[in-house]
């Protein structure tokens, strides 16, 4: 069983910047394809940005491209996404998200093993 702490979010105006953490415990950390989802409301959730076991891949929604960055330390069991030129259409709950087969991100979210519990941000204008 796998265990996902996010934090870092919170409020920003737009224009700014913030790095959400999610910390992982309880698996072998490399095995696992990390992603980033969020959901605003009233809206269904998206992802936002998907990262390989060994950090060498990742793929980004087009509304993240250029502006979001995810990134992963195996040594610290831990994803990260940097998240640069913040809109207020970027405010939502943020998920952490961790799956051993990748394909499971394009067969959709149901389909993913692991969540955390989420983190607000809002971006105010």
């Known amino acids: 069983q796998v265990q996902l702490v996010e934090s870092g979010g919170g409020p920003v105006q737009a224009g700014g910047s913030l790095r959400l953490s999610c910390a992982a415990s309880g698996g072998t950390f490399n095995d696992y394809h990390m992603a980033w989802f969020r959901q605003a409301p009233g809206k269904e959730r998206e992802s936002v940005a998907i990262i390989s076991g060994s950090g060498d891949s990742t793929d980004y929604a087009d509304s993240a491209k250029g502006r979001f960055t995810i990134s992963r330390d195996n040594a610290k069991n831990t994803v990260y996404l940097q998240m640069n030129s913040l809109k207020p259409e970027d405010t939502a709950v943020y998920y952490c998200?961790?799956?051993?087969?990748?394909?499971?991100?394009?067969?959709?979210?149901?389909?993913?093993?692991?969540w955390g519990q989420g983190t607000q941000v809002t971006v105010s204008s």
């Open positions: 998200t961790a799956d051993i087969r990748l394909g499971d991100y394009r067969r959709g979210s149901r389909y993913i093993d692991y």
